[in-house]
């Protein structure tokens, strides 16, 4: 006679990880390319970060400073607004442009300008607005 086990199916709470500060480091070195396919400037990355211009260049020359919680938070968005851009747009030229182009679901202003606040939240803003639009597929 089989014994039936009982199965725990009670949902989990979802913990992610935190990111690595090794994890971080690869962001902002993915981040530099990513402003370069955009091309914006060190003041415009500088406020994209939420780092002081000096701190942005010396990190962009090298030498990568301890990267905090927000900093963290605002590289994954980045990170994010890039993996949906890409979903979005065959042609990846396209998604690079897309960033400095009006947008009605943005009052007619760019994606780059509402980022541009310098706020987190700036940032989750276009990301949310892209997750929703690429869908959860």
């Given at each position: 006679?089989?014994?039936?086990?009982?199965?725990?199916t009670?949902?989990?709470?979802?913990?992610?990880?935190?990111?690595?500060?090794?994890?971080?480091?690869?962001?902002f070195?993915?981040?530099?390319?990513?402003?370069?396919?955009?091309?914006?400037?060190d003041?415009?990355?500088?406020?994209?970060?939420?780092?002081?211009?000096?701190?942005?260049?010396?990190?962009?020359?090298?030498?990568?400073?301890?990267?905090?919680?927000?900093?963290?938070?605002?590289?994954?968005?980045?990170?994010?607004?890039?993996?949906?851009?890409?979903?979005?747009?065959?042609?990846?030229q396209?998604?690079?442009?897309?960033?400095?182009?009006?947008?009605?679901?943005?009052?007619?202003?760019?994606?780059?300008?509402?980022?541009?606040?310098?706020?987190?939240?700036?940032?989750?803003?276009?990301?949310?607005?892209?997750?929703?639009?690429?869908?959860?597929?």
């Amino acid at each position: 006679m089989a014994v039936l086990l009982p199965v725990d199916t009670a949902p989990k709470d979802f913990r992610p990880s935190p990111i690595t500060d090794d994890e971080a480091a690869a962001m902002f070195r993915a981040a530099l390319n990513l402003f370069r396919l955009w091309d914006i400037n060190d003041e415009e990355a500088a406020t994209l970060l939420d780092l002081p211009v000096r701190t942005y260049r010396r990190w962009k020359a090298g030498d990568i400073g301890r990267i905090d919680r927000d900093s963290k938070a605002r590289l994954s968005n980045l990170m994010g607004i890039h993996k949906a851009l890409r979903i979005i747009f065959r042609e990846p030229q396209r998604g690079y442009a897309w960033i400095k182009k009006p947008n009605s679901a943005f009052a007619n202003r760019s994606a780059l300008e509402v980022m541009l606040g310098g706020e987190l939240t700036d940032l989750m803003r276009v990301r949310r607005y892209l997750d929703a639009e690429r869908g959860t597929w």
